[in-house]
């Protein structure tokens, strides 16, 4: 008997539905690749700030490895902690202007350890309906009850925060979304959670390393520092290398370092990796106009979409998207300016919301003003010929 058959079932209905994925090897990652015997412009890579292939970046991981070898080796709670991690969980502290940071295998693992530590059973999580997968599962995690409010709708947010409930409450938001490139109203939110004694945990996977001083993220840029109670963060974007962290309270980072399973019963970060971390920390330092110049260069590349008609959302941030609608459309859509040089994936639901399939650009400072001028013009063209705009 065939105990898998329903493998191939679920699939096929995956395949109807143009909604199906895989995992397509690149010849290299970054901004700009090589791609079928040509230079590609890549808009789907994270790394805003080219730091990945870094020469500082990499020498510090080259260095590390010499000296520590390839893995961690233990976990952080028995003897994964060397004085590698110690030192970027100081500077993360000081670049996002908190008391104390926790370091964490990746962004997803942070959201997977913070929530269930600070909400359980008899709580509440009040979420963005559009904030991140990884955030979601986590408050499946914790068996908190889950509201979503309204995107970036802070009246929507006071109406559920009114409502009385017995247990702790956690607001959470990111500050700028991965899929639509907007920001949320953070002074605003911060505010409502303050008047109703709820707990803030602000996203800033995309935020960080671009906006704010240094790329100290949007909670800084605001001084809400005190009013958000975790500022998570990934290094695994504009840092260019991997891993994730949350900056918080003393108390805070105590009660992670207790009851936080996703940082108790893993590995610590290889210290190859927390090198390259604290390297890209002090370029960003050293840089405090990068994040800015890509802000600059996304603006123009928006403007030139949607003075032509396409619907990049409320997008603010480096992050473009250009809603299409349905999956076979994106695709298309996709398949026409990867023959043209542009490589941009195809985003579909579930990861956007039903109807809302797109090409999720992101700008990174290795694309030149020049390149992004020629891709706009051949994004506008490929547009028209697939019946878009
Ligand atoms: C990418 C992302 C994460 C996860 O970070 P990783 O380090 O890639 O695991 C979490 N939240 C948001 C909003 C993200 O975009």
């Known amino acids: 008997m065939n105990r898998e058959f329903w493998i191939e079932e679920f699939l096929a209905g995956l395949r109807a539905e143009h909604a ?35 020469s500082r970046v990499v020498s510090a991981a080259k260095r ?69 997968a990884s955030l979601i599962d986590a408050v499946t995690l914790s068996r908190a009850t889950l509201l979503r409010f309204r995107h970036n709708d ?23 979304f991965s899929m639509d490139g907007d920001l949320a109203p953070l002074p605003e939110i911060a505010a409502a ?34 009013s958000v109670n975790l500022s998570m963060g990934t290094l695994s974007k504009a840092a260019g290398s991997y891993g994730g962290f949350v900056a918080c309270s003393v108390p805070m980072r105590e009660l992670l370092v207790n009851r936080a399973r996703a940082l108790i019963y893993t590995t610590a970060l290889p210290p190859s990796v927390v090198a390259s971390s604290i390297a ?4 960003l330092q050293a840089s405090p106009e990068m994040g800015s110049e890509l802000l600059k260069r996304a603006d123009g590349f928006r403007s030139r979409l949607k003075d032509a008609g396409l619907d990049t959302l409320q997008s603010a941030s480096q992050i473009v998207p250009i809603v299409v609608g349905e999956n076979s459309k994106a695709l298309a859509l996709a398949e026409r300016l990867r023959a043209a040089g542009i490589l941009a994936v195809a985003i579909r639901p579930p990861t956007v919301p039903q109807g809302s399939a797109r090409l999720r650009l992101s700008i990174t400072l290795e694309h030149s003003k020049s390149d ?13 010929e697939e019946g878009v705009l």
């Open 20 to 54: 199906e994925r895989r995992t397509s090897v690149y010849p290299g990652s970054g901004g700009k690749l090589r791609l079928d015997g040509r230079e590609v412009l890549n808009f789907s890579c994270n790394d805003y700030l080219g730091l990945s292939k870094h």
């Open 193 to 226: 959670a303050a008047r109703h004694g709820a707990m803030l945990m602000v996203d800033e996977a995309h935020a960080t390393g671009v906006f704010g001083p240094c790329g100290g993220g949007l909670v800084r840029q605001h001084g809400l520092e005190s």
């Open 154 to 176: 802070v009246r929507h947010l006071e109406e559920l925060l009114a409502k009385k409930s017995a247990g702790r409450r956690l607001v959470v938001t990111e500050s700028v």
């Open 64 to 132: 590390a490895l010499d000296e520590f070898g390839a893995g961690a080796t233990a976990s952080r709670l028995v003897t994964g902690t060397l004085p590698l991690h110690e030192e970027l969980e100081q500077r993360v502290a000081h670049f996002k202007g908190y008391p104390a940071a926790l370091l964490f295998g990746s962004g997803f693992l942070t959201n997977s350890g913070i929530i269930p530590s600070v909400v359980g059973r008899d709580d509440t999580v009040l979420a963005d309906k559009l904030v991140h």
């Open 372 to 384: 992004l001028a020629r891709a706009a013009g051949l994004i506008i063209a490929a547009a028209k």
């Open 280 to 283: 890209a920390l002090e370029i």
